[in-house]
């Protein structure tokens, strides 16, 4: 899945690439992840946007979802777990808290939660 507006982090496409998958991929698994304010905004729009594409739960769906995600078992509960429980609601799967600055350097700190 490609993005083509949003930030870019401080880091080249295809590190940003991985960085959001490597986050939506512990997203999905823990339905959680804390990382900074930015990363946050950014991964909860990346997951929305799987989430939705996901939904049909077609053999399209599985290989779009499969491209992003490489983990068997995140895979799994995504289409088993997840997408059930998202089935009959439009959108707005993410939410994003603010959880303050980080202490050693003061980045402020975001929560990723699926709804």
Known sequence: MKTFAG?????TSSHR??????????????????????????????????????????LVAHRRVARVISEPQVQQKLFTVLIPRYKDRPGGFTRVVRLGPRPSDQAPLGLVQLV
């Not at 997203?27 to 996901?54: D, G, I, M, N, Y």
């Open 7 to 11: 930030r870019k982090l401080s880091r």
């Open 17 to 58: 690439q991985a960085l959001l998958r490597r986050l939506a991929t512990d997203l999905f698994l823990h339905e959680r992840v804390r990382t900074t304010l930015p990363r946050a905004k950014e991964v909860a729009r990346f997951a929305e946007r799987l989430l939705s594409r996901a939904r049909t739960g077609d």
